[in-house]
């Protein structure tokens, strides 16, 4: 009987931390948004749209996307349901680390409740854009011109 309760125990721990894994995976969608990949996300970088990095200002010192603002979820992101700070009709492409934080949803959850139209999800974020090899800068370092993929032969 007392191996029955232990495995029971064990397996109700087990249960528990899977649980807790799972919800801390950010959603693949957000109603009004558009979830887009890395390779998507790279054609709205090269068309102009804004990229918005959600994450705390520690990370963003240590490297971002190029051309990227920084407005922390929980500090400056607030700034943006201000009429005329930030265009409603602009495309913007809210990101953070990856899907393992639930940053970026919340962002683009939040933009889309304050009228932003144009909001794409790039759930993949930041690791996945710095494994592709875009366009970063790393803290220090002077911010260098992307190379877009109409520049290549």
Known sequence: MNNICRLLAVLSICCGLTLKVQATEAPQDIDGAVTVTTAEAQILYEQGAMFIDVRRREKWNWGHIVGARHFGLRSTFKLLRHEGFVERSQPIVL???????????????MAR???YTHVYYYR??????????????????????????????
Not at 95 to 109: I, N, W
Not at 132 to 143: A, C, G, I, S
């Open 113 to 115: 409740a304050w009228g």
């Open 95 to 109: 990101y953070s680390d990856g899907p393992h934080t639930m940053r970026g949803a919340l962002g683009v959850f």
């Open 124 to 153: 993949d974020g930041y690791f996945s854009w710095l494994a592709q090899d875009l366009p970063v800068q790393f803290r220090d370092q002077p911010e260098r011109a992307p190379i877009l993929s109409s520049h290549l032969p």
